[in-house]
């Protein structure tokens, strides 16, 4: 609902192969391509800016052509299951907009909790997502995401989603889930091992920089007497 009253981004799959036809749609409405960040250019992922003309409120379009996981400032990941998401999606019945089928999306969820965890996490003892998890469990059923968790990841998958269920959503069970991934999508990663640690390092502190930049400017706009 945030979304589609653009009180947020609306994330948006398009199939690779009808890219262009989404390009038509957004060049219809009006919509302007936006700049995506240099440490997100590689997670198939483009910015779309339009402005509502019932409200004149600005709309900010995620449209992504690939799914990506990993840690933070590192989505180093590519989950293949964009043809699986948008043959199996639903429509929102308070909406009519098409979403990701709840037993898929439930498993989208902690694999990519799971792919997030770094050591810090581990050790701090991050929780994981249990209010999205209790949401969407009310809209499907265990028998229907062990399914979908066996087509994505397969049988040690399902395994894995299962005892997540059943043990609520914990480091514990997210780390165990995340070694069946890592097994299931080894061939899907760009980066690993130091190389891909090295290269997380290395947007962390562009990220924090750019804070401090941002923080900085806010502070000498506020002191100055213009």
Known sequence: DAALTADTDLDILVDPVAIDDAYG???EL???????????NDIGLEDFLGIDRETNRMVHFHVHYRIPGGERHNKRFRLPWERVVLETRVRDEATGVWVTAPAVEIVLLLTRYALKLRGRDIARGAKGPESEL?????????????????????????????????????????HRLRRVVLHELG??????????????????????L?????????TSELQSPY
Request: with cysteine.
């Open 210 to 218: 750019r804070g401090i930049s941002r923080s900085e400017e806010h």
């Open 30 to 40: 009006g919509c302007r391509r936006g700049r995506v960040a240099n440490a997100r």
């Open 187 to 208: 061939s899907q990663a760009s980066s690993r091992g130091p190389a891909a640690f090295g290269r997380r390092m290395n947007r962390e502190a562009a990220w924090a």
């Open 25 to 27: 749609v957004f060049a």
């Open 134 to 174: 209790e949401f969407l469990m009310a809209r499907t059923s265990r028998d229907q995401v062990l399914d979908a968790a066996e087509r994505l990841l397969g049988s040690r998958g399902r395994v894995a989603i299962g005892r997540v269920l059943a043990d609520g959503v914990d480091v514990k069970s997210l």
